[in-house]
């Protein structure tokens, strides 16, 4: 391996160590962890992270050693009987040089490392005890139906998270394939019978994959398929190469299930199971070897056209903080250079973490060209190899050829198939950068579950300023105990509530946009809410934003609210919604008590109530809401113009529809709620004179029409959403709530 990347390695191995508490094999966690059942506990002890540990210090005790076998040779020993090393000379002699090596190897790799705390000699002996501590998270009992699986935590009585399986075991396959002398024999033999079990654990997943959950199963099949090659099982290869067949015509056809192309943390995780993959592959099915290739230079091209910058929009990026930039050996695989990945390397410090050892590891010639042209990554470029199963780069592939990809034009757009009809839209200015889904979420059944979902980690709808920060649109509703949003505010805070609503059956939660270029028109909506609800609210959220949002009115006499940047802004304004009350000053509650049982009369009721009812209960707080603003007497009564509030929070401003307030916790029925947003990028308005002439050439048109084909109540009527500048149509968004799939 080049100096680059294991100068990255002994980095991290050194922070990681400095400190470290490693209790009976694992390495202790002073938090809790986060599956459901040790959140609870202080502390924890994790498998992925001790298996990283585990193998890093395999591969750096290796090198250390090499390289001190190399320094006698050279320094010269003390010999004695005719040339020859006395054994006790020779031995201190040894242990010297080999010290010295290891300091000097951390020298010259930028480390500041305490040797005390970073001994490698260690590394053998422990590993075993880590080893036998893995075993012990496995399930091993063929009886079970985990059987095969890994536990994620020492503490956690039963398996909840599955995929502790390919991520605990992923450093170690990874060694085994791409250093087979790192790990020593007795230490092999453990690992064999720990990847025996594993063996039926992802045989199972591969006979019946959930092909929708990219990240899972093609981690599931790349461990099927090397647990396999490692063993020498003729079966399961087979097994392995049939379900990456079934992958690969899955994804061509339909695309990338819920959506794991669009992120930036899951494509890392998707990036390894195919560089594992593919070139077992290509001993017997090079031709799947070279389509898997073709997946794996699409996952890269998104990066190359993101440049460096989070993606817009993204699906499950926990980006909550709005990072513009964010660090990943991603950009490094995909050739994209300006990132702070490689500003580092000749400090003591890295971003990269333990887990991203297998990356380090498998992608190491990909790497070859950050290692500034040493002696060993020249050799290997010259076709020298080392004996391990090699790298799916083929010679003058995309990837290595776009190490060092020429400057793209600006402004540009790429347009990504995410699943069937959904698709990803990115712009990117000079200054700015806006991007939709036109359709979230991309698959049905995946946006809220009691334990799971992808709401609270997804970001449909973006915009990011070079000089600031990612601001995207968020779902907020207080149920009177907990509030929830949808992206969430944290990891910690969603992951064992991932749900928007407290009460199952959930309302349906859905996002339609369209956009094209630096424009972009959205509906958000809420299906059958019967909820017990403080507040809803539809959020366009900026963090880490110090400015006010400006009031400018557009050329219809829409007022936009104006994000102020370097040389550019962000205009954004709401489209009419259903929110609930209405402009009469009657209850609503009296309303329905008037309309009787008559459905004809209840309807006319719910459109002007606003289309929403609430439950008539006496000690229902929402029985007698006050009504939140006044709208304009010539507005349709089901569906109003939509009002922005802009609220300032520590280091962070929010634009807020709101769509429900009700004083106080209680049920809330309505057929749908909606909000609107209206996005444009002003990238180039350097200053306010520049913002007001660009808004004052665009319209918003925005219609709700009823076709008289279908039977429509006022909220089931169609929408038709246009934006004009300069007179001209820049984007349309039509959305027919009997028909949503059909879009414009």
Known sequence: MHSWAIGVMRRIYAQA???????????RYDRPGHTRQIAHLPYCHEGRYSAGYYAMGLLLEQRAEARSEAEPQAGGAAVSDGGKASGSAAAAERSTTAQTARETALRETGERADIATFDLRQCGERGADTLRALAELQIRDPQHEHYGAFRWYAEEAKVQDSNAAFFILMPLVSLRLRAPDAMPAEHVAVM???????AFWFERECREPELYYPNKTMSDGAMLLAIAHLLGDGKRLKIAGDYFERWEAYTARRGWGWGENMSLVYQGVMLNALEIAAPLLRIDRPALADRLDGHRETLLDILR????????PSIRSYNFGGAVRRSSLAWLIAGVT????LETQDSGETSFQVNDFATLLLFEKEFRERGGGDAEAKGRANGETDGSVGSSAKAGSTANAAASPGRQPVPRIREERVFDGA????????????GSLNVFPVIPGSYQHETWGLGWQSFPLSAAAEDGQVSYARWYVDDGQTVR???????KTAYLMPALFRESPYPDVRTYAAQNGHALLALRVLDRVVQTAAEIADEWLIPGYEGEAAEVTGGDGRLWRVLRYPGAAIAIAPLEGIRFGGETHAEPNAIFDAAGDNPDRRREAAAQSGSADVSAADDNPLSTPRLQEREAETAPPERRPGILHAEREAERLKLRQVLYAGGGPGTLRAPRLEAGWAV???????????VRARLAQIEVRDETLDDREVPREPHERIRFVRLLEGGREQVSLKLDPHAPGRTH
């Open 17 to 27: 160590s400095d400190g470290i508490v490693i209790e009976n094999g694992l390495v």
């Open 338 to 341: 300006g990132t702070d990945e």
């Open 423 to 434: 698709t990803a839209y990115s712009w990117i200015g000079i200054r700015t950068r806006l």
């Open 680 to 690: 444009v990028c002003l990238d180039d308005a350097a200053d306010e004179a520049a």
């Open 485 to 491: 949003t949808h992206p969430a505010e944290s990891y």
């Open 305 to 312: 056209f993101h440049d460096g910058r989070e993606l817009v």
């Open 192 to 198: 064999d019978g720990m990847l025996r079990h594993a």
